[in-house]
Nanobody
Framework: QIQLLESGGGLVQPGGSLRLSCAAS????????MGWYRQAPGMRRELVAD???????WYLDSVKGRFTISRDIVKNTVTLQMNRLKPEDTAVYYC???????????????WGQGTQVTVSS
């Protein structure tokens, strides 16, 4: 059983910062990539940032220069540092991982439970 556990959401004023963390645990054989999606009320879930096994990262245009994703391959964790937050960043943020379990022949998507980020004065 593979689980992704997130932490670090909350309420912050515009211009503030938050740090989201996600740890993958269980019978993990390998992780191809990890990242973060978000979903605002009434909106589709969108990819915010991800990082591959060779440390290549991708960012949504609206967060470039403000968010930084980092990954610890040894600890199977991924972190999203969010600076200069805006009200439009308000959403539930979901960690995901493309993970091959020890009992599987291929990688699959795994998701965290989501953590609320609210940017408001």
């Amino acid at each position: 059983q593979i689980q992704l556990l997130e932490s670090g959401g909350g309420l912050v004023q515009p211009g503030g910062s938050l740090r989201l963390s996600c740890a993958a645990s269980g019978s993990i054989d390998s992780i191809s990539e990890m990242g973060w999606y978000r979903q605002a009320p009434g909106m589709r879930r969108e990819l915010v940032a991800d990082v591959t096994g060779n440390d290549r990262s991708w960012y949504l245009d609206s967060v470039k220069g403000r968010f930084t994703i980092s990954r610890d391959i040894v600890k199977n964790t991924v972190t999203l540092q969010m600076n200069r937050l805006k009200p439009e960043d308000t959403a539930v943020y979901y960690c995901y991982g493309l993970i091959k379990s020890a009992s599987s022949i291929r990688s699959e998507d795994y998701w965290g439970q989501g953590t609320q980020v609210t940017v408001s004065s």
